[in-house]
């Protein structure tokens, strides 16, 4: 019950944040006017959910290394599940945005797009392996794998330092970008309701999963 | 002929019937069904039990999990007083012999036993008295691979016998041999009866009344009967008897004296199968080939070096890290290194040298023959440059490479996986790697940058793959 009050109101704040960001945040990004930058408020907010998501299923999967309890594992594996269709929208409201900005759909020049799909190659990795996964040990082996992974979250997160990118700036901090702050916070904190929901609700798939038998379980 | 029993303390300071394994409440579950289901069992110190029952009933978990090759769901296991999580501390006192013989195949049988010894820390005279008891002097140094199933399941005796355990895990010992080697192991359980505790399994009721005082009979991961073999039911183990003392033991192998021991064994067994320089060297001919002819503006251009470089340098590693694993799994090999109470960080360290010494060996022939066919010229002094980029890129390759085989290779989807989780997280490498060799090659002069990006990935995934590659070995 607890859950469906986060994930509603969650979705609530969301609403809220749409309203504000529509009637009151500036269309003008990296001097180009154009209301397909409003896309910002949701791309980032929902790259960063899904980020520290990641760190969440690092976490979890080194406190399940330490000690094996299923409940650590399904913590992972749900925040992982979660974070990755978080990533696949990042992606995609970024693709959006560079097809009307850019006149491109993808820029392999660019070091944040490019890192961030590896991102989301690396997770998708974990998703197939566990696919797959039956024993105890194919569980710890895939939070080794994770713990592993979490390595490329931070390069991603700071590669536009890391490297010069052509396209790409920093995001929050540039020159050239006018946030609407109370708008962006609303929509950060609506998208990191909704993703702590998701991920409750996916807890609670692989908590039932233990009762059925590996080979009758439907693959998700 | 020599004896294998074991120069021990005189067992009249071992109180009569102290126990030498104990099961307190132990489950191990494969998923929903549980193997071994509540366990809780003492076995005297000395005694030779038998344990029967139908395929599945849990013969072989239960001899592994007193063995420390799987872990308990729940509950407990000690061995003379020696948690299994304390490795170092019960490894040197069991020995297992299990259905894989655990040996390398391009090792001679000798070789095997001298890995397994110094992995064990034990003096390297123990290998011939084993070799002699076993009665393989004459075929010792042949490689493992050459033997038959019955003289191969002959070493594997020697393996398990090579340390003098107090406590000795059979599967099925006789199945597979031929009278004659029945025979030895006859003799040979006869001889340790009374001072080494001896588990074995069996499906035949007539060898469990030949070779045990007791038997035991699993029943869907249950013990539901012991006795003795002819009066099944009686004198029950004492199962509040003390543990028998531990008597000091060789230590096995630390980290590096372990990591030092696999690094050896590993490019022993590379120089004699090739697997990844052979296959590379063919591919770096065709590509330099292939791509020369394709591609003329490809002739004197450094990047192109650089790039078809690295082509080669993943291919490399993609498949000599495959085919090294599955030396290593082809007869549960790694598992007989892992019992041997060795360092499972040493194990990881020492692999991860050997493919990097394989990996540089193999780049640095890459790159002089691409370099060669496409007619580009190394600068003067861009050597020293290329080896340390070159060096640091492979270690990072084969640091995070090395744990991830093993993960790939044990999901059903096998090495299919392995590009895709081992090439996303290699792409630092990659671009460092193609940036560091091409700046090299253009201008002589080593980029700072890139460098420190392939010594930060480098040491990074050498260090947590460090910490985690204990979990991913694990049955």
């Known amino acids: 019950m607890r859950w469906r009050v986060i994930g509603g109101a969650g979705l609530a704040t969301l609403l809220v944040a749409s309203a504000l960001i529509a009637t009151q945040a500036s269309r003008q990004f990296y001097g180009v006017d154009h209301p397909v930058n409003l896309l910002f408020y949701f791309h980032v907010s929902v790259a960063w959910v899904g980020f520290a998501g990641l760190a969440v299923a690092a976490v979890a999967s080194a406190a399940y290394l330490r000690r094996p309890l299923p ?54 990795g974990y998703l197939v392996y566990h696919r797959e996964a039956k024993h105890a040990a194919d569980y710890r082996r895939g939070a080794a794998f994770c713990v ?39 929509a950060l904190a609506g998208m990191s309701a909704v993703y702590v929901y998701l991920v409750a609700l996916r807890r609670q798939v692989h908590a039932a999963d ?5 080979s009758e379980r439907p693959r998700s | 002929m020599t004896s294998l029993l074991p120069a021990r303390p005189q067992t009249s300071t071992v109180p009569a019937r102290a126990v030498a394994v104990r099961l307190e409440h132990v489950t191990k ?32 978990t239960l001899l592994a999990l007193l063995a420390g090759l799987l872990r308990p769901t729940s509950g407990r296991v000690t061995v003379h007083g020696c948690a299994l999580e304390q490795r170092r501390e019960a490894s ?11 040996l390398y195949d391009r090792l001679t049988g000798r070789e095997n036993l001298v890995l397994h010894a110094r992995l064990r820390g034990i003096s390297l005279h123990r290998v011939d008295m084993a070799l002699e008891q076993v009665g393989l002097v004459a075929a010792a140094d042949r490689p493992a691979g050459s033997y038959s199933h019955g003289m191969r399941k002959r070493l594997a005796l020697a393996r398990v016998q090579l340390h003098e355990p107090d406590v000795l895990l059979l599967d099925e010992p006789f199945a597979g041999l031929d009278p004659d080697a029945q025979q030895r192991l006859a003799r040979l359980l006869a001889a340790l009866r009374g001072t080494t505790t001896i588990l074995f399994t069996t499906h035949d ?109 993943v291919f490399a590693a993609l498949h000599g890290l495959t085919r090294s694993f599955d030396e290593d799994a082809h007869d549960d090999a790694l598992r007989g290194v892992l019992l041997t109470g060795a360092e499972p960080a040493g194990v990881y360290l020492g692999r991860v040298a050997s493919a990097s010494v394989v990996l540089l060996a193999v780049a640095l022939a890459a790159l002089g023959a691409v370099a060669v066919l496409f007619a580009v010229p190394f600068p003067s002094g861009a050597l020293p440059g290329l080896l340390v980029v070159l060096a640091l890129a492979v270690l990072g390759l084969a640091a995070v490479g ?29 671009l460092a790697g193609i940036e560091s060799v091409a700046t090299l090659l253009e201008t002589g002069a080593l980029d700072g940058g890139w460098l420190r990006i392939l010594a930060f990935y480098a040491v990074g995934m050498l260090a947590a793959s460090t910490i985690v590659f204990e979990h991913t070995v694990e049955g």
């Open chain 1, 71 to 124: 409940q650590r594992s399904w913590v992972a594996q749900a925040a992982v599940r979660v974070s990755f269709a978080f990533l696949t929208l990042t992606l995609m409201t970024g693709m959006v945005w560079g097809r009307y900005i850019w006149n491109s759909w993808w820029e392999w020049s660019d070091i944040r797009l490019v890192t961030a799909l590896l991102v989301w190659f690396i997770y998708a």
């Open chain 2, 29 to 60: 579950a494969y998923g929903a069904r549980p193997a071994i289901d509540d366990v809780s069992l003492t076995i005297p110190t000395g005694s030779s039990v038998a344990l029967v029952g139908a395929n599945g009933a849990g013969k072989s």
């Open chain 2, 205 to 313: 009721l007539a060898t469990a009344a030949a070779h045990a005082d007791e038997v035991l009979q699993l029943d869907a991961g249950r013990v539901s009967r012991a006795g003795h073999p002819e009066d099944a039911g009686a004198e029950p183990a004492d199962p509040d008897g003390a543990s028998a003392p531990a008597a000091p033991r060789a230590r096995p192998a630390g980290m590096l004296r372990t990591a030092w021991i696999v690094f050896r064994k590993d490019l022993t067994v590379e120089a004699r199968g090739r697997a990844t320089t052979s296959a590379v060297l063919i591919l770096a001919g065709l590509l330099a080939v292939v791509l020369g002819m394709a591609f003329e503006p490809l002739a004197g251009n450094p990047r192109a070096v650089a790039g078809v470089l690295w082509v080669l340098v």
């Open chain 2, 402 to 430: 090395t744990v991830l085989t093993v993960i790939a290779r044990h999901s059903p989807l096998g090495e299919t996986l392995l590009p895709l989780l081992l090439l996303p997280l290699a792409v630092p490498v990659l």
């Open chain 2, 92 to 102: 040197p006192r069991v020995g297992l012999l299990t259905h894989q013989t655990m």
């Open chain 1, 210 to 214: 233990q009762f059925i038998p590996a």
């Open chain 1, 148 to 186: 592993l992974a979490f390595v490329s979250v931070p390069i991603t997160v700071a590669s536009t330092r890391l490297w010069q990118s052509p396209f790409h700036g920093t995001t929050m901090t540039g020159d050239s970008v006018t946030i609407h702050l109370p708008a962006f916070l609303l």
